[in-house]
């Protein structure tokens, strides 16, 4: 049988890690809710009438009321069976729920810090671009100066001296 997903999930428990009942309900629940289940209950209610229709000492005469214990009984094991895996698979979402919360609360952390980077190199893209542009200036004033022999007339860059910055 086919496995649901949550059981992957790192921050759900299962294995060892269950009680005994919780394995059992989730046993009872597989075995419950599938076709070979069902094929066998209506395989055994029909021999068990079939029989009891056909024999000359019946040991369960029409109502067959043994077989409707045994249904009833059977109804009311599914019953507290189900509500248990139930009540498990509700602890799961819980959890899972839980844990997507947490790990959502990270990632917008992370993605707060990122844009708090990308804005720093932005600035960063700024300086960089008054810089190239001031190595420029010199450097044609360089060869400005190679060309004619004459001393270099290299303009003050933008902005204040100590901080290198340019003016907005």
């Known amino acids: ?9 790192p921050h759900v428990r299962t294995g060892s890690d269950l009680t005994f009942g919780e394995r059992a ?14 094929i066998a209950l209506n395989a055994v209610i029909g021999a ?5 229709s056909i024999s000359r000492r019946p040991f369960d005469p029409f109502p067959f009321i043994l077989l409707n214990l045994g249904l009833s009984w059977l109804a009311a ?19 899972v729920a839980l844990t997507t919360q947490r790990s959502a ?17 932005d600035g960063l ?3 960089v671009s008054d ?3 001031t190595v420029r200036t010199v450097m044609a004033a360089t060869r400005e100066q190679a060309r004619t022999g004459a001393a270099p007339r290299v303009p003050r860059p933008r902005g204040d001296d100590k901080t290198g910055k340019g003016q907005s």
């Open 48 to 52: 068990w009438i079939i029989l009891n």
């Open 105 to 121: 609360a990270e990632l917008v952390g992370m993605n707060q810090r990122q844009l708090a980077i990308l804005e720093h190199l």
């Open 25 to 38: 309900a989730d046993r009872l629940k597989a075995a419950f809710g599938s076709w070979t289940f069902l």
């Open 77 to 95: 094991q599914q019953g507290g069976a189900l509500q248990i895996a139930a009540n498990r698979g509700d602890r799961i979402a819980s959890e």
């Open 125 to 127: 893209d700024a300086a």
């Open 1 to 9: 049988m086919k496995r649901a997903l949550w059981h992957q999930h």
């Open 131 to 133: 810089l190239a542009e």
